[in-house]
């Protein structure tokens, strides 16, 4: 804050690992988060630190010898507990003024640029990412405080000088009030970013959460945590309650005194998470509110002006960034017939000088996240074999962990289940069009909605393009992950989630309702 105002918002900046005191500090980051390997964190509820006897065992999938951490899990009787003290926090914390709930978002903020190395070098460890992917991920969290601050401070000037039409003899207004206690659920393959951002969009708004971090990545929530109790944010704003999602995450949902769910993960889970929320539960008062970011099946499209090197390049990196597991990885490459096995003959080349190794080491391809991921992606591999013909990958890759190689199945027909079904691993289905239109028809044949790119010369088709191909986040002429917060708000259509926005003006209305008051003067 500068003289009690928030200065423009400005995306935190990208580590260039190329120059070497870059290098050198991350390599002593991931020194320190080293010799603090498997310690064991607690549930946070309330002001109490508990320990439970049953442990989630965090293991780098990398190196699955190495143990991150071992985590306190959440029964009902903890979660019972963690309602409780969100309930009783609420009373006082949605009473605390927007812009002093905001300054506490700033002060994380800026500890974490602080610490930035070291909260990547547990990513790097805890979820398998290269150290681009980490510095990523730790830069998109401070993006996210800092973003949702100044969304708070906003959000507490227009309650004042909200623009209603005018009448005599009244005085009327319009302001944002929280909603009560949330259930935040974020997904593993950003376990910092959207960790934080779920988190924060919801506590600046005025709400008390129970956080339930995914089980593979629990360390690294924790780390958030402890960051904004170091702040100073009162006890019971954030209740830090892993545990298994078919036990308190069910219960969880259907609790009377939930108001709101806010997740992020598959669509699998997603709609469970809805359907649950939607029943009415006894003694609730009121409509649950369900913010759900789900599952892609994100796709490119190229037709025959486009820069063919470009899209060959942007395919490689929507596919196989992080391991293509992220929602908008684009798993899908449509090819005009004409420019077709140019633009796969490109896409080979670069795929082949992908190496596999540890993300410690910065290798471009890391392992995938756990043993049943690894299984799954296997069995669609031996699925993509028989629907298309395997040119890159198609295998195990070498190392002590959940390595696979990056993937390639060739002349794919539009209905196949690897061009339908989310995979979120390194395989990539390559179909061919007959022209830019059929293209664009093969892109929208998906019951998700997410993320999409054309690549194109042709002004026309660009802005049919624009029209047709139905997804949330639609790119011209570049790869279709990498989402900036507050640049390209994030959120898909169909089964790709509730179209929820992230990192957008509108963002912060989902965990507020609006309350007019009218006075007769």
């Known amino acids: 804050m500068i003289n009690g105002t928030a200065a423009a ?53 990398g190196k699955v010898s190495e143990v991150i951490g071992l985590v306190s899990k959440a029964s009902i009787n903890e979660a019972d507990r963690a ?48 150290w681009a992917e980490a510095d990523a991920d730790t830069a998109e969290a401070i993006d996210f405080m800092e973003f949702y601050a100044r969304e708070m401070v906003r959000l507490s000037a227009i309650n004042i000088h909200q623009p209603l039409t005018k009448i ?24 910092l970013a ?8 919801a506590v600046v708004s005025g709400n008390t ?18 960051l904004m109790q170091e702040v100073g944010l009162p006890q019971g704003v954030i209740n830090f309650i892993p545990g298994n999602g078919s036990e308190i995450g069910d219960y ?35 409509i649950k509110r369900v913010v759900a970011e789900m599952g892609g099946k994100d796709g490119i499209v190229v037709d025959e002006t486009a820069d063919l090197d470009q899209a060959a390049a942007a395919i490689v990196a929507s596919a196989f960034g992080f391991q293509g597991q992220k929602c908008s990885a684009g798993s899908r490459a449509i090819i005009v017939e ?98 830019w239109k059929e293209a664009i028809e093969i892109f929208n044949d998906t019951e998700f909605g997410l993320t999409g790119s054309f690549f194109s010369k042709n002004e026309a088709r660009i802005s049919e393009a624009l029209q047709e191909m139905h997804c949330g986040n639609l790119y ?19 089964m790709s989630g509730t179209d929820s926005k992230a990192g957008g003006h509108d963002y912060l209305l989902l965990f507020t309702q609006a309350k007019l008051t009218s006075r007769k003067i």
């Not at 900046?13 to 010799?35: G, R, W, Y």
């Not at 259907?254 to 997603?270: C, D, L, N």
Request: glycine share 8%.
């Open 194 to 201: 959207i960790c934080v951002g779920m988190t924060t969009a």
């Open 338 to 435: 004409d420019v077709y096995d140019t633009v796969l003959d490109n896409v080979l080349e670069l795929t082949s000088k992908l190496k596999s190794g540890l993300p410690e080491e910065n290798f471009a391809v890391g392992p995938v996240i756990d043993q049943k991921s690894y299984d799954k992606i296997l069995e669609y591999m031996e699925i993509g074999k028989n629907e298309g013909y395997l040119v890159a990958g198609g295998s195990k890759a070498e190392g002590n962990g959940y390595y696979l190689q990056p993937t390639i199945i060739a002349d794919v027909y539009p209905k196949a289940r690897i061009m339908q079904e989310e995979i979120f691993g390194p395989v990539l289905a390559v179909a061919k069009a007959k022209d």
């Open 252 to 286: 969880l949902t259907s609790h009377p005194k939930v108001r709101f769910i806010s997740f992020t993960g598959s669509k699998e889970v997603g709609l469970r998470i809805n359907k649950r929320a939607a029943e009415t539960a006894d003694g609730q008062i009121w």
């Open 83 to 130: 309602m409780a003290a969100a309930l009783q926090t609420f009373d006082t914390w949605k009473k605390v003024p927007p812009t002093e709930r905001a300054e506490y978002l700033f002060k994380a903020a800026e500890l974490m640029r602080q610490r930035k190395h070291e909260f990547s070098a547990w990513m790097v460890l805890e979820a398998g990412k290269n």
């Open 9 to 61: 918002f400005v995306n935190e900046p990208f580590t260039d690992f190329s120059q070497e005191e870059n290098k050198s500090a991350m390599k002593a980051a991931l020194n320190k988060v080293k010799q603090q390997l498997g310690r064991e964190y607690p549930l946070h509820i309330g002001s109490d630190r508990v320990m439970t006897e049953a442990k989630e065992r965090s293991i780098n999938p």
């Open 168 to 191: 005599n003899g009244e005085v009327n207004r319009l302001t944002y009030i929280p909603l009560g206690v949330g259930v935040v659920i974020p997904p593993w393959n950003f376990p």
């Open 476 to 494: 011209i002429n570049r790869k279709c992950t990498g989402a900036l917060v507050g640049v390209h708000p994030f959120g898909g259509f169909n």
């Open 209 to 226: 959460v129970l956080l339930k971090p995914a089980s593979t990545t629990p360390v690294i929530a924790a780390k958030f945590v402890e």
